[in-house]
């Protein structure tokens, strides 16, 4: 007699079952077509009886009928063989009561605790590892968990082994792919709000729901409406994915649909710029306003070396945007996102960086968002319904101008027409022979400063010549791109003697670069010390203004620390390492430097990290210095970033090393908790994390702060004390902060310290309401 439940105590030979409430699903063990070896797998039971849809030892057969299935106390659920060796386990254990087995009416095999009110709360579920089915109910994507579903062919309809294709949602990416041994053979994608891109068959989308968050993106499979209808998804073992529906009548399984449907859905089929149509004949053709970059190659049918624009881009003289209507999105290999933007804001913020392609809307059901493409164009198919509108970067002289269709207009319009036109140009070339000459002398009188500098000044900082760098980075190539700030694009680049650095290139259109440029040559070409990032030189040449830094492999510290999937890296003994060396990069600023520094601008993403986890002071565009018995200076210009600044500098621009002080005690909270101090959110307050983190405090529950996912690892008064020593370091007056080398002091001794008082800017309301009030000009950055 079947069961429904296994406990510790019972167990599954060869021969028994375990069925699902409802009995629409049975476990058991099983050989696949002509194979001989067992597997212990689940099929349907009601209808199709025998139809597999998942298998857990699919490495690992069995070679005979011995197999047993038990669970043991700590709830691992195990399959042994005849010698009693583990050929299979659920992988998973905790220290519960009460341990059950469970086959759900959905085809899901859960273990949970028995005890536990909530049935959903699973300690294992073979939903999250599918073999080459997809039943409703399932996600395919990156779960809160860290796993990452996805499904995988069988070798064979009798070996159920993993086989050469996997059908997954890219998680950088969000798009759909079909792939044969990791390399994409059909891609859709990216989600619109709707369907993923260039999908077929727009029914799909009401069987399906995209999620997305900062801890998992998925796609899951609901089914239809109708429950009665018994679906399941199949990736055959040639690629193919199958939607299939239960016949009663024929008792039988019919294709619902299936993808790829047709050879326009080949990866990349028409290369760069080319453009797949299954109603022409050749299927491919390069995109309006292109050419086959080899005619030879193209006219014979290899079109993978793709298309080239007619007449080059000139971002300088400005370019303009040509609509592609009804085609499935390109690869979303080099792109971004921006959910907040309108198509127009869309078309502005594409038009002013240079290295963006091409824009879409991203969310078609609320008509915004959009999606920016950078690099070449790939995979683009022209659909005849369900479709989306892309805008392409085009040359301007590429397009009509409207002023010269003369049809209908009169000989005197004509000609008022082209008189303004004309007087139009004169004044702009005016205009822009000014700014060009203005921007010139900006150049030269900084280069000549440089040169100056380095001659009487002694910084002994090399100027690197304008080639070596477009040589290193490969001409400044998207895909050399690591990061982009107010300053400008980051790029990687490989030298000569093959030493890696990172090179910040003066965005054309910065002012404010250009000062944050002299700051760091002036500033940090003098400071050594090991956490601080290294200026290893410069470069102003040809209107390019760029310094080059050395490359730190693990970038900064705010990837680890606010992402989920990098944050579980950072261990509570790495966190601490991080904590002391930014503060003792601090203390050489403030005290120990020929300068005396004040960085203005510490957050998370100025902090840099090398292939040892060693933090490293970076960016010091804003930094000012203190001669002589200065201790504070005020300025009438506030830069800085919303939630790292003191009071006293936001509302009155005073700027001192507590103001420096203030920021690391923001950033020791955060990187304690894992959560960002503006924008963090708690469902009982409206306090910001340093508030939150004083209420704590107060109450005696300071623990209730540490990251989760450093807690196992971390020492709890070790922690407890850090917490303290970063509230004493955000308290409002920047007379009760500590210095740095009490702060470092602090961090190294276990004496009494003494209360903090209540932190700066503790709500959200309370910096807004101070940037309002203040006369001072402002530039400040939210992230």
């Known amino acids: 007699m079947p069961l429904d439940t296994i406990y510790p105590t019972e167990s599954i030979r060869d021969g028994e079952t375990l069925i699902s409430d409802g009995g629409s699903f049975e476990l058991g063990f099983f050989s696949p077509g002509a194979s001989k070896y067992r597997y212990l797998g689940i099929w349907y039971k009601k209808v199709s009886n025998g139809t597999i849809v998942w298998v857990a030892n699919r490495e690992t057969p069995l070679t005979d009928s011995s197999g047993l299935l038990k669970l043991n106390d700590t709830g691992l ?162 690629g ?103 198509l127009e804001e869309c078309k502005m913020l594409c038009l002013k960086d240079c290295s963006c392609m091409a824009y879409a809307v991203s969310d078609i059901k609320r008509g915004s968002g959009c999606f920016f493409w950078f690099g070449n164009l790939l995979d683009i198919k022209q659909l005849t319904e369900d479709g989306q509108d892309l805008y392409i970067r085009m040359s301007s002289s590429e397009i009509d101008d409207e002023y010269t269709k003369i049809n209908g207009k009169s000989k005197i319009k004509i000609i008022a027409a082209i008189l303004s036109v004309t007087g139009a140009i004169v004044l702009g070339l005016a205009l822009a022979i000014f700014v060009r000459k203005r921007k010139q002398r900006k150049y030269s009188n900084l280069e000549r400063n440089a040169n100056n500098n380095n001659k009487n000044e002694d910084l002994e900082l090399p100027l690197f010549d304008l080639g070596i760098i477009a040589s290193a980075t490969n001409n400044f190539s998207f895909t050399n791109k690591i990061g982009e700030g107010g300053f400008g694009p980051v790029y990687k680049g490989v030298l000569k003697n093959g030493q890696e650095v990172a090179v910040k290139r003066l965005s054309a259109n910065s002012e404010q670069g250009v000062n944050e440029f002299k700051n760091e040559v002036v500033y940090i070409a003098k400071l050594q010390h090991r956490n601080l990032v290294k200026l290893l030189g410069c470069c102003i040449q040809a209107n390019e203004m760029m310094l080059i830094y050395e490359f730190l492999p693990n970038k900064s510290l705010d990837f680890f620390i606010f992402d989920e999937r990098d944050n579980m890296l950072l261990d509570w003994p790495k966190r601490f390492h991080i904590i002391n060396g930014i503060a003792r990069g601090l203390l050489y600023l403030h005290q120990d430097s020929r300068l005396r520094i004040v960085h203005r601008d510490l957050k998370a993403s100025n902090i840099l990290l090398d292939n040892e986890m060693n933090p490293k002071i970076s960016d010091f565009g804003l930094a000012r210095s203190f001669g002589g018995n200065e201790t504070e200076k005020i300025t009438k210009k506030v830069a800085g970033t919303y939630g790292y600044m003191s009071p006293e500098y936001a509302i009155d621009g005073l700027y001192s090393v507590k103001s420096d002080v203030f920021s690391f005690g923001v950033m020791v909270l955060e990187i304690v908790s894992g959560k960002r101090n503006r924008g963090f959110y708690h469902p009982d307050h409206n306090l910001n994390l340093l508030g939150h983190a004083w209420t704590l405090h107060k109450e005696g529950r300071s623990i209730e702060m540490i990251d989760t996912l450093a807690r196992n690892s971390c020492n709890l008064s070790e922690v407890v004390r850090l917490i303290h020593v970063g509230l004493l370091c955000v308290q409002r007056s920047s007379e009760d902060r500590p210095s740095m080398s009490t702060v470092v002091f602090m961090l190294g001794s276990e004496g009494a310290l003494p209360q903090p008082k209540q932190p700066g800017f503790f709500n959200e309301r309370e910096i807004t309401e101070a940037n309002s009030s203040s006369d001072k000009d402002t530039s400040f950055s939210t992230n």
């Open 77 to 238: 659920l195990v399959l042994l063989n005849q010698n009693n060796t583990i050929v299979w386990s659920s992988g998973t254990s905790s220290v519960i009561s009460n341990p059950v087995v469970q086959l759900l009416g959905s085809g899901n095999l859960v273990i949970r605790d028995e005890n536990d009110v909530n049935p959903q709360n699973f300690l294992w579920q073979s939903f999250d590892y599918p073999d080459k089915t997809l039943l409703p109910g399932m996600k395919i994507g990156t779960t809160a968990k860290g796993l990452g579903i996805l499904l995988s062919s069988w070798k064979s309809s009798d070996d159920p082994a993993v086989g050469d294709f996997t059908y997954e949602l890219d998680h950088s990416t969000l798009q759909i792919a079909i792939k044969e041994n990791s390399v994409v053979k059909t891609r859709y994608g990216p989600w619109n709000g709707v369907q993923f891109s260039g999908r077929p068959y727009s029914e799909l989308a009401s069987i399906f729901t995209f999620f997305s968050n900062q801890k998992e993106v998925y796609y899951s499979f609901d089914g239809f409406v109708n429950k009665s209808i018994v679906t399941r998804m199949v990736l055959n073992d040639n």
């Open 240 to 342: 193919v994915a199958e939607w299939l529906i239960w016949i009663y009548q024929t008792s039988d399984w019919r294709r619902y649909i299936s993808g790829p449907t047709d050879n326009c859905d080949a990866y990349a089929l028409c290369g760069a710029y080319g453009i797949c149509d299954t109603r022409r004949s050749p299927l491919c053709s390069c995109l309006d306003r292109f050419v086959p970059k080899y005619k030879n190659d193209w006219d014979g049918g290899d079109w993978l070396s793709g298309c080239d624009r007619r007449m080059p881009l000139d971002c300088q003289k400005g370019d303009k945007f040509v609509r592609y209507s009804n085609v499935k999105l390109p690869d979303m290999k080099n792109s971004s996102t921006n959910a907040s933007l309108t």
